[in-house]
């Protein structure tokens, strides 16, 4: 069992408690089993971070910690707890907890070669594609990200794409003690801005996009201030991939000393794309292109349209290249990627109608994926799409735009409003989209319904916002909820008995 002096080693802090019950040099050999900052998991020989979160103070648990057995405590401010309790005073719970959360598992990311993602879009699925290429060349590698944390075979599912400090370097130290080389995970803008990654330096970093996005009451105050996150990664890696073609790549780039290489279709850069074309085979949807790097060609083709695509993989490609992976091994791999819940097919009994779900849940990522559909010339493109709960109205209006323009038929529904109405979510999105062709429907599985109900021989069905999420998150409770299940037998259900048009 680890002891309190080990825990809070290269820390700051002040130390308060009674003087009277401990010596500075009992307090410092306390007996530290764990780390928690949820109170629920609290018990004797735990350290209890007080954690200030967007709808709770830890601080305003410790109490109830202390009851459970708590008697070390890390906080922002003195707290009025029983004189047996310790409290570490810092200035900052969240970058104390990176710090002694490393210290606790004894800095196993020091272990591991580190690759972050960061970016408003591409982040899951350029993650999957790095993912896939190096485990095709028998490379040991984790992922983590939006699908959770997989390695040696098991999948862990997580509250954020970017979990907490102390989760990472749990799952870090599990991922050396099995061999585990490398990891490939998401870094969110939220996940810079709340500390999730302080102390992690990483051996590579992507940039794929940015956007504005994320900002609200309880994200980013501003796009300066998405963007200041954003960047940050680049002050602790060693080596950076930019989207040569994004319309911050200079910014980014003059932000940072380490090194640089570029990736694009438009603009220079070290690898870039040509002969970019979209592919139909039966079920399967596709891109195919020449990758050239250093002016020698590789023919790539994915089993992933949209010239999204193509930027995710070029971002892997030059990735997997730093890591002495050839650009061939890479193309070779891609041919299988897989990328749950991105434009993923799902076929059903009504075989003349394409169903696709995709993640897509902001207003870009949801235009590049109806356009993508676009190009395979559908009868009409039926979308159904909702917002989260608790999120700026900007991107409401953002993801009716996209669909307005470029959707025949508008279904708004519910996605994860946890505790907004989603009457009122509904409205913000219908507000912006033509009455003749916008139907609310607040129930997913009923929208779902409905969608396949009205679809004809050659329509395209998009449900976007779900992707690979297999629940509903209302009232902050995550109830199941599986989007592909329920489009397989709703459409089971339709076709044994009458197709019936809904207007």
């Known amino acids: 069992m680890k002891t309190l002096i080990t825990v809070i080693e290269k820390t700051e802090y002040s130390l308060s408690y009674n003087r009277d019950i401990y010596s500075q040099s009992q307090v410092l050999e306390l007996p530290v089993e764990n780390i928690i900052y949820n109170s629920a998991e609290a018990r004797e020989n735990t350290v209890f971070f007080c954690i200030t979160g967007s709808k709770a103070d830890g601080h305003n648990f410790a109490v109830s910690a202390y009851e459970k057995g708590v008697r070390i405590f890390v906080c922002e401010r003195v707290l009025p707890l029983a004189d047996d309790a310790v409290q570490i ?17 004894g800095h196993p990311e020091k272990k591991l070669k580190i690759i972050g993602v960061t970016g408003t879009k591409g982040k899951s699925s350029v993650c999957e594609m790095i ?12 992922v983590i990200g939006t699908i959770g944390i997989k390695f040696a075979g098991k999948t862990t599912q997580t509250e954020n794409s970017t979990p907490e400090s102390y989760i990472l370097y749990k799952n870090f130290s599990e991922m050396s003690e099995l061999g585990i080389e490398y990891v490939v995970m998401e870094v969110s803008s939220q996940a810079i801005y709340l500390k999730r990654v302080y102390g992690i330096e990483f051996d590579a970093a992507v940039v794929t996009n940015i956007y504005e996005d994320h900002i609200g009451p309880s994200e980013h105050p501003n796009f300066e201030h998405y963007k200041s996150c954003k960047k940050e990664i680049l002050s602790h890696t060693k080596y950076a991939f930019i989207n040569a073609d994004d319309l911050y790549a200079d910014e980014f780039s003059s932000h940072t000393s380490c090194e640089i290489r570029k990736y ?11 002969n970019i074309e979209n592919f139909k085979a039966g079920n399967l949807f596709g891109i195919s292109f020449d990758c050239i790097c250093r002016d020698r060609p590789t023919c790539v083709t994915l089993p992933v349209p949209g010239k999204f695509s193509v930027y995710n993989a070029l971002a892997a490609i030059s990735v997997c290249k730093y890591f002495g992976i050839g650009v061939f091994d890479s193309a070779y791999a891609l041919k299988t990627v897989s990328i749950k819940g991105r434009f993923e097919i799902v076929p059903t009994s009504l075989t003349e109608v394409t169903c696709i ?3 897509a849940h902001n207003g870009k990522s949801l235009m590049h994926v109806l356009e993508t559909i676009r190009q395979y010339e559908p009868c009409r493109i039926i979308c159904v799409f909702g917002s989260v709960g608790g999120r700026t109205k900007m991107r409401r209006r953002e993801m009716a735009l996209a669909a307005e323009v470029l959707a025949d ?7 994860n409003p946890d505790n907004e109405p989603v009457s009122e979510i509904i409205e913000d ?30 329509d395209f069905i998009l ?7 297999d629940y509903q998150l ?30």
Do not use: W
Not at 89 to 105: C, G, H, P, Q, T
Not at 429 to 454: Q, V
Not at 463 to 469: C, L, R, S
């Open 89 to 105: 005073v810092v200035e900052d719970s969240r970058i104390s907890l990176a710090l002694m959360s490393a210290n606790f598992f």
């Open 463 to 469: 449900f976007a916002g779900k992707g690979h999420e």
């Open 409 to 415: 038929v508008c279904i708004i529904t519910g996605d």
């Open 474 to 503: 209302i009232n902050g409770k995550k109830i199941f909820f599986s989007e592909k299940e329920t489009i397989r037998n709703t459409a089971q259900y339709i076709s044994e008995h009458e197709h019936t048009t809904i207007t």
């Open 264 to 274: 694009g279709i438009n603009k220079p850069a070290y690898i870039t794309a040509e």
């Open 429 to 458: 999105i219908a507000e912006h989209i033509s009455p003749e062709k916008c139907f609310k429907i607040p129930d997913r599985a009923e929208a779902i319904r409905c969608a396949l109900e009205m679809a004809e021989s050659g």
């Open 131 to 142: 993912y896939h290429i190096f485990s095709s060349v028998n490379r040991q590698i984790a």
């Open 357 to 359: 779900i995709d993640y």
